[in-house]
């Protein structure tokens, strides 16, 4: 035993054993974002697979992938709030037995229709599950580390939607026990029982507020979401009929009506479920602003690249995986680093992790034909996705007060879905209505929503003082 070690008091061996345990907690936290990215991913690889097992039609095959995305999205501002009311250990450890379970159920689904109802449970337990994770971060972690841990969380978010079509191809294609496509949904029993096990013991358990649950604006937010994604999800699809457009108009007002239900609550001394002062802080709505302009490209791009890659280039799932490897491994590079980049250089860092993905996107447009090439332009493009995803929810979250930490996760939550849907919505349509050039005008849409993001991380450094 060296004198080094004698000289460690008890308190110091005492306070390293509690910090190995935070970082082996934010592991098991880390489950509840890696897995609801990776099956929204995921399944797009198995759709072909499922249609032909299952004999599912079109509609069928639509509502799979719709039937996660609207509950998902639409019950996420609720799952924040539960979680000050339920306790968000209580709260993650139930959204990650509601997600495993249904994971068993999309599993063994005998028929489509089994399928998409099973989809559904899936996505109201992510919407449970994926808002926890911030405020366990925030709860788990001093100001001092807490930045180190939103790496992890911006790597964990990137690391499943860049690999969840190279796991997705791989589980098809190996078909174990002739299981095939099933394997993209049993994977997750097997994450989540084992996460499970480890949350009493590891996550240090986090008192409810104790906050009425405001079951009007609830009732009203969910009405309002799904009304404004399911048609997002469906109409292109279905060539926009009456439909989707009278969602939309009725989006629009069911979401004033909760906007001034909110107000009113506020107003009356009540608990609202979206805090109005949330927004009272200029750093956090232009936050919400660039997290939304960033997630409508970063969602969009990995959607119009698999159609790229696997329809027009004719690669199978696990090719069209192994292409996109090399901007896994940008991103994995560029995360590690972003947290050090962020306190040397500012915004300024995140801003250069935006500029490099402009210059993906422009070597893109003119050599997407160059297997070689795009392999490294998609390096280049993960490089400045990792230097910018990382550190931004953390930096948006950085002002927010620990009382509102449940409303702004959920908020935060919701807006990157939103914009996911919106995104993929609109580079459909683009993609779609431009013939044989679809990926270069989609490359044209992304470029916006990169020069929009620059703008908002210029609010921001205005708006507030930086991490």
Known sequence: ??????????????AESDGARRWL??????????????DFFIVNVAIPSIETDLHATSGQTELI?????????????????????????????????????????????????????????????????FPQVLTLIQHMFGERERPRAMTFYG???????????????????????????????????????????????????????GSRLDVTGGALSFTGFVLLIL??????????PAWSCASLVAAVLVLGAFGRHQHRTA???????????????????????????????????????????????????????LQVTPLALGFFATSLLARPLLARFGDRSLIAGAVLLLAAYAGEYALVSDRLALSVLLTVNGLGQGMVMAPL?????????????????????????LAGA???AIIGIVYFDSADHGFQAGLIYLSITVLATISGLVLIGRSGPEE
Request: net charge positive.
């Open 65 to 129: 992938v719709a039937g996660y995305a609207v509950p998902y999205a639409a019950l996420l501002v609720i799952g924040g709030r539960l979680g000050d009311r339920l306790g968000r250990r209580r709260a993650f450890a139930l959204g990650m037995a509601g997600f495993t379970a249904a994971s068993l159920l999309c599993g063994i689904a005998p028929t489509a229709n089994a399928l998409v109802l099973a989809r559904a449970a899936q996505g109201a337990a992510a919407a449970l599950l």
């Open 155 to 209: 790597l964990a978010l990137g690391l499943a939607a860049a690999f969840g079509q190279l796991l997705g191809g791989g589980l098809i294609s190996a078909d174990l026990a002739g299981l095939g496509w099933r394997w993209c949904f049993l994977i997750n029993i097997f994450v989540g029982v084992i996460a499970l096990a480890a949350v009493r013991p590891l996550v240090p358990f986090a008192a409810p507020i």
């Open 393 to 417: 929810i953390g930096r948006v979250l950085a002002g927010v007060a620990s009382h509102h930490a449940g409303a702004a996760s959920g908020v935060l939550a919701t807006c990157q879905q």
């Open 267 to 321: 107003r009356e001394g009540g608990d609202p479920l979206v805090p109005p002062s949330l927004f009272a802080d200029r750093a956090f709505r232009a936050g919400l602003l660039t997290v939304f302009a960033f997630y409508t490209g970063m969602s969009s791009f990995f959607f119009v690249l698999a159609l790229q890659l696997q329809h027009v280039q004719g690669l199978s799932p696990v090719q069209s995986g």
């Open 231 to 240: 048609p997002l999800t469906e109409g292109r699809v279905q060539g926009w």
């Open 422 to 424: 919106l995104g993929i």
């Open 25 to 38: 907690a934010l592991v098991v936290v880390l489950t509840g974002v890696f897995m609801p990215i990776l």
């Open 1 to 14: 035993m060296t004198s080094r070690t004698l000289l460690r008091s008890p308190a110091h061996r005492d």
